[in-house]
């Protein structure tokens, strides 16, 4: 009754509501059904067949079996109307007696296991089936490594001719690119506006949303992560919430395991394969996802409660959207200056550029969490990109590439910061790296660019890619020499014109570039009622220091290792910022 009464107010089928709600087991039922059906209950013994699509097979709820000699043809695990149906033709004698019954989670699961390989193969290479010169597994093309060589070989040239006209020119590049992207920043931070409300949608509309939540050596941080999600202000009925982990990572199953989930929850075992990144394991889920939605959430992350319901509003109000980015907040922002540094960061980038952006309809860089997606759409533009370490970014990109639009999503999502030196050197310097290899994907073929996104979307990727990779090496070794040549220099001996107008033109780039990124700050901390660390905006600037000594060692690893994954530790802040009703974690038995 209970069921019967959720399912009418969420437009939902009763055995959604009654599964999706926890009060019935999925096995239970599904066996209680093939009971009812007096049809044998599938439990893996016969083959699947080779030629079974589990994305097809997903959506239908059937998958076919190889020839057997029980002349069974497919295993069945029907859902909504399609079980009325089995009911009335069961009811009518007319029930075929050539399939299997098996529940949805059961039916994947064993797909999982049977096509491992294929599986693991495809989710390493989903986006070379779309564009393989889109992903970041080959590395720079043969045209890249000659062009670079070929520059190599000038610089040495011009060097031992004429050293100071290379510095010039050197020097023009780098201001050239630092002056667009202090330009960039600006305009983003005029354009940013709050995102347009859109009218809620009854839950009777709402389409089933998935959500994938990628995790490794998360076992600790399991009941606060299903607390998260259990707090997410959406029909249960209509929740697809996958758990994706490593076929290595026993603990992390076993504490899954122990909390015994509702069936709205179906833990994804990514079979072995290479490379070991969170995309690739976004890869292996990707198949097996129900929703017209997607979202994707970290293990340590706690979204909104209105967040899926604030998603689906916008993406119904406004059809050109495919793609939606909530704001990423820093929780655990005061248990260090690091921290503190990182919640700066992160309110400066997705409370002003990133919407500022998405309001010019410029290209921007997605966070790795919190991305909410059209199913279709991000299928069609490959998913994510396993060899890239830093997917975010590159799929957003992407996303533009193919005609895309993204939009900003008035909606937070609160997340652990490294508080560590050493976790936030790792963490760094992965990202640094992934956006290395966002920008050799990116400037393979620059006249594709220019014509899919035309010149001034173009270069604004341009801009961003190279400002960060660029001003990440360089921007504070450009500073002291500036320095250096203001206070230093003159005492040395006297400045040709040249040098004047080179340390003139730096310092003012590197004010204003400092000017803009404090007006950022201190603009998104008041809008986030935390000027109480307006006195660290000193210190800011400072901290921005540290960034060139894991962009060295990014580019050290992208030449030694390019696709390892830096795993970030969770389960260490010792603080929160989070709305109190956003802390409460539910008892789970054992």
């Not at 009763?14 to 009060?23: H, I, K, P, V, Y």
């Not at 590439?401 to 936030?424: M, Q």
């Not at 173009?458 to 002291?480: D, Q, W």
């Not at 603080?575 to 009703?581: E, I, K, N, Q």
Request: aromatic share 8%; with cysteine.
């Amino acid at each position: 009754m209970l069921a019967a009464t959720i399912a009418a107010r969420c437009g939902a089928s009763s055995e959604q509501a009654l599964l999706g709600e926890g009060l019935m087991g999925e096995e239970d039922y599904y066996r209680a059904l093939a009971q009812h059906l007096r049809t044998p209950y599938y439990c893996g013994k016969q083959a699947i067949s080779s030629d079974a699509v589990p994305a097809k097979a997903v959506a239908s709820g059937i998958t076919p079996l190889a020839p057997n000699e029980f002349g069974l043809c497919a295993v069945v695990a029907p859902r909504g109307a399609a079980i009325t149906l089995l009911l009335s033709a069961a009811g009518e004698g007319r029930l075929p007696a050539s399939f299997l019954i098996c529940s949805p989670q059961r039916m994947a699961a064993i797909l999982r296991s049977r096509m491992g390989e294929t599986l693991s193969a495809e989710a390493s290479d989903t986006l070379t089936s779309v564009d393989p010169t889109l992903s970041a597994r080959t590395g720079a093309s043969r045209g890249q490594v000659a062009s670079a060589f070929a520059a190599l070989i000038l610089s040495i040239a011009l060097w031992l001719v004429a050293p100071k006209a290379l510095a010039l020119l050197i020097s023009i590049f780098l201001w050239t690119i630092f002056a667009a992207a202090v330009a960039l920043r600006l305009v983003a931070m005029a354009a940013n506006r709050a995102p347009r409300a859109a009218a809620p949608v009854a839950d009777a509309e709402l389409p089933v949303y998935s959500v994938i939540v990628p995790l490794y050596q998360e076992a600790e941080g399991i009941p606060r992560l299903v607390a998260a999600l259990d707090g997410l202000d959406y029909p249960r009925a209509k929740l697809d919430i996958k758990l994706v982990v490593e076929e290595r990572d026993a603990a992390t199953l076993t504490a899954i395991a122990r909390l015994h989930l509702p069936a709205r929850y179906d833990v994804v075992v990514a079979p072995p394969g290479a490379p070991s990144t969170k995309p690739r394991a976004l890869n292996v889920a990707l198949p097996f996802v129900r929703g017209d939605y997607v979202v994707v959430y970290d293990a340590e992350d706690t979204p909104e409660p209105n967040q899926l319901r604030a998603a689906a509003a916008r993406f119904a109000d406004d059809p050109d959207i495919d793609c939606l980015q909530a704001r990423l907040a820093i929780d655990n922002l005061d248990d260090c200056n690091l921290t503190k540094m990182f919640a700066i960061e992160y309110c400066v980038l997705f409370d002003i550029i990133n919407p500022g952006l998405a309001a010019l309809g410029a290209p921007l860089a997605l966070g790795g969490t919190s991305n909410h997606f059209r199913t279709p759409v991000l299928r069609a533009v490959g998913g994510w990109d396993a060899w890239n370490v830093t997917e975010d970014a590159d799929l957003g990109f992407r996303l533009a590439l193919f005609g895309r639009r993204v939009g900003a999503l008035d909606s937070d999502t609160y997340e652990e910061a490294p508080g560590e030196l050493k976790a936030w050197l790792a963490q760094r310097t992965r990202w640094l790296k992934g956006w290395m290899q966002t920008l050799i994907v990116h400037s393979r073929q620059p006249l594709r660019m220019m014509r899919r996104l035309g010149p001034v979307r173009a270069l604004a990727v341009v801009i961003l890619l190279t400002s960060t990779v660029l001003s990440s090496l360089f921007g504070p070794l450009l500073l002291a020499a500036a320095l250096w040549r203001t206070f230093g220099a003159p005492w040395l001996g006297p400045s040709s014109p040249i040098d004047v107008w080179s340390t003139v033109i730096t310092l003012l780039l590197l004010i204003s570039g400092s000017q803009a990124t404090l007006i950022g700050a201190f603009i998104a901390l008041g809008n986030r009622r935390l000027g109480r660390l307006y006195p660290m905006l000193p210190r800011f600037l400072a901290y921005h220091a540290l960034i060139p000594v894991a962009a060295w060692l990014a580019l050290f690893e992208l030449a030694r290792r390019p696709f390892h994954w830096a795993k970030t530790e969770h389960g260490k802040s010792r603080t929160s910022v989070r709305p109190a009703a956003l802390c409460e974690t539910p008892h789970f038995a054992d």
